[in-house]
């Protein structure tokens, strides 16, 4: 993997295009997942949230922690770090040090497919947005269609992460092949070209590739948390 994929805040440009059809979370249900049984309801506070936790959201549905990541980014001696929060029904709660965002939809793009060469092949959006930024022409985006939503890439980074519980089964492949190493985990994030549209889009590269796209929260959009 290349050791180049660090932290990179700019935009450059480039097209690249691809439709994605990615898994969504089920319908919501007429009557809200009801929190585990004898649940006790405590201070939410998400850093504290473990498996079996039960989540309410401000739309009345209810999601359990499958698992969560913490994960660590070093960078000139600086270290930040942050957790990704699996939930039942395909969602991934991420957690900032500056906010929240819930992703609600994911797919893998596994080696060899046309996405993933068209995101880190020769001549790929991420090689191109690399490039760009060392020869000082960051301030023109790399742009990527996923689904109906054109994005450019805003940064790249490496990590290193600790998973206790499971992951979300439809991304098993990518978060099974976390190194040891920062340089062997990247993660790449996108913002829509357009300034109207309020979605996000994350990926995770290891051996294969997830994409995920959701958008950001505010913290009083999750109503409340249960205890395991």
């Known amino acids: 993997m290349d050791p180049l994929f660090i932290i990179i805040l700019l935009g450059v440009i480039g097209a690249g295009g691809y439709y994605l059809y990615r898994?969504?979370?089920?319908?919501?249900?007429?009557?809200?997942?009801?929190?585990p049984t004898g649940g006790i309801e405590v201070t939410p506070d998400l850093s504290a949230l473990k498996t079996g936790d039960a989540i309410s959201f401000w739309d009345n549905t209810d999601?359990?922690?499958?698992g969560v990541i913490t994960c660590r980014e070093a960078i000139n001696g600086r270290e930040t770090s942050w957790?990704?929060?699996f939930l039942s029904g395909d969602k991934v709660l991420e957690l900032l040090p500056r906010g929240q965002v819930l992703y609600t939809g994911q797919a893998v793009a596994h080696q060899g497919d046309?996405?993933?060469e068209l995101l880190v092949g020769a001549g790929g959006v991420l090689k191109r947005f690399e490039g760009n930024v060392r020869e000082g022409i960051a301030h023109e985006p790399v742009e990527l269609q996923v689904d109906d939503t054109v994005y450019r890439v805003r940064s790249?980074?490496?990590f290193t992460g600790a998973l206790?519980?499971?992951?979300?089964e439809v991304a098993a492949d990518v978060w099974g092949s976390l190194g040891t190493g920062q340089p062997d985990n990247v993660?790449?994030?996108l913002v829509p070209s357009d300034e109207a549209n309020d979605t996000v889009a994350l990926g995770i590269w290891t051996s294969h590739i997830l994409m995920l796209t959701g958008r950001s929260i505010g913290r009083g959009e999750i109503a409340n948390i249960f205890a395991a």
Do not use: D, Q
């Open 114 to 116: 046309e996405f993933f």
């Open 164 to 168: 206790t519980g499971a992951a979300n």
């Open 187 to 189: 993660y790449f994030k």
């Open 156 to 158: 790249t980074g490496t």
């Open 63 to 66: 999601a359990t922690v499958l």
């Open 83 to 85: 957790k990704w929060v």
């Open 23 to 35: 898994r969504r979370a089920a319908p919501v249900a007429a009557t809200p997942e009801p929190t």
